[in-house]
């Protein structure tokens, strides 16, 4: 639908730019993902697969999965607390797949 008509958009004019895209999919807990939801989400990863897959210069990166018991890096079922983004962007800063530029690319003469 809608959604997907704009990540299209979006990518196409990234790709464009040679601007890179990294697309995360953040924790959710187990009690969030009932049985809907959870067909949703397998849906939905589906779908981003294929397009990293298939798109230059978009990366998927699945963290749903990634801590569904572990309450504390939540403030509710389906929103990380500032401990569980802090770990997520650990986790993502370590990530060799993503892109990152490098310091010497950042610098400004």
Do not use: C, K
């Not at 981003?48 to 990166?61: E, I, W």
């Not at 309450?71 to 060799?96: I, K, M, T, W």
Request: hydrophobic share 40%; aromatic share 12%; net charge negative.
């Amino acid at each position: 639908g809608r959604q997907v008509d704009a990540l299209e958009s979006l990518l196409d004019f990234t790709q464009a730019q040679d601007i890179p895209v990294v697309f995360v999919n953040t924790p959710l807990t187990d009690i969030y993902l009932d049985a809907y939801r959870t067909r949703a989400e397998n849906e939905f990863l589906r779908e981003m697969l294929q397009r990293s897959a298939t798109r230059s210069g978009f990366v998927f990166r699945d963290l749903g999965q990634l801590w569904p018991a572990q309450y504390g890096y939540f403030s509710d079922p389906s929103h990380l607390n500032r401990y569980g983004a802090f770990q997520v962007a650990v986790r993502l800063a370590e990530d060799p797949i993503i892109p990152w530029p490098s310091a010497q690319e950042t610098e400004t003469p």
